[in-house]
């Protein structure tokens, strides 16, 4: 199967957009909060994978699994070289919305199957890919499958990463059938690739008020996570008078109002989203609270300024509730700035068929920014009319999905064709 053309390779249209939106929905929602929760190596990220290969089958593209568990559907054959990788996830953040990462790995088997009615003829192969564990929902770290496929993640470093139940990375996907033998930096499959683009449903509003389905992504700014251990000593909360008191939860109700206060004053993002109380009783001081902060902030100077607030806010404060504070960050992404080229190269093409689109940096983390600094990579952003993600209120019209589409079967064509 070296002929990456459709006919060389025996392409059969797939179902539709709509079709495969409904198909994929219900897998992982949950009933009572018809949020979304497909973490990765459970139950529910496995139906979604086993969605992903069907459709790659249906189309008669070459399905594989990479080390990482990484899924590729290929349209011609990789060891041909300059490859088009199109795609994004299928895992959710808790109770998270159906576009984020979904849009992109739909709209990219819609956009073969238009480019297969246009008539184009790929000179190079395509791909569609679904990155595993984008969000980290379930092991605290995010794009764990393009960190490792990248070396941005060791095998070393999966191997330590543990769930809330102390399940092991790599023991979960030994679970789920995924042999973890593999696992580790895959420069190959990269090489193979000439360019990454990854559609995404916008996580803002900056789209939502202009005439604009579609925009281009230009810089994802620079963000972490940090948590922070608060100890002091568990009492009797009906015993214990307040001046005897080491309440952990002081602290850290002290250090999430510092957080938003740092934040504000150098216009960045600090979010403790994530909690978790010893022994978490209703009448019982706890001894220890571990609270998890996200940062980003538009450059590293910034970013590194409003953590450092943040934890000194926190030692001081720790120091009046004689309760010891202990930071440690637990992942790391730089500023990404996508290829200025590739992104001008997108941006006139669409232009072509909408006048010029706006280009927009963001503040949300993707595979794009992880792959980005091994293979060029751009993003489309869809018109996101709330602005609200990672949450089951995320949203885009059925009209601009399909302007999405559109857009990315355009610029994969300027890319392979
Ligand atoms: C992923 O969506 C992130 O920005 O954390
Ligand atoms: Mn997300
Ligand atoms: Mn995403």
Redesign the pocket.
Known sequence: MSDPTFAGAGYAEGPGFNAMWRELEPLGRCRETSGYRRFAWTPQDADCRAWFRAQAVARGLHHEIDGNGNQWAWLGDRSAGGAVATGSHLDS?PDGGAF?GPLGVVSAFAALDELHRRGARPQHPLVVVNFTD??GARFGL?CVGSRLATGLLDRAQAAELRDAKGTGLLHAMERAGHDPEFVGPDPERLAALSAFVELHVE?GRALADTAHPVGVASAIWP?GRWRFDFSGEGNHAGTTRLADRRDPMLTYAGTVLAAREEARLAEALATFGRVDVEPGAVNAIASRVSGWL?SRAADEETLDRVVAGIERAAVERGGRDGVQVAVVRESFTSRVVFADALRDRLARRLADRAGPVPVLPT????DAGILAGSVPTAMLYVRNPTGVS?APAEYATEEDCLAGVTALADVLEELAC
């Open positions: 953040v984020d984008e969000e995010s996580q963000h996200d503040g949300a983390g993707h990672h």
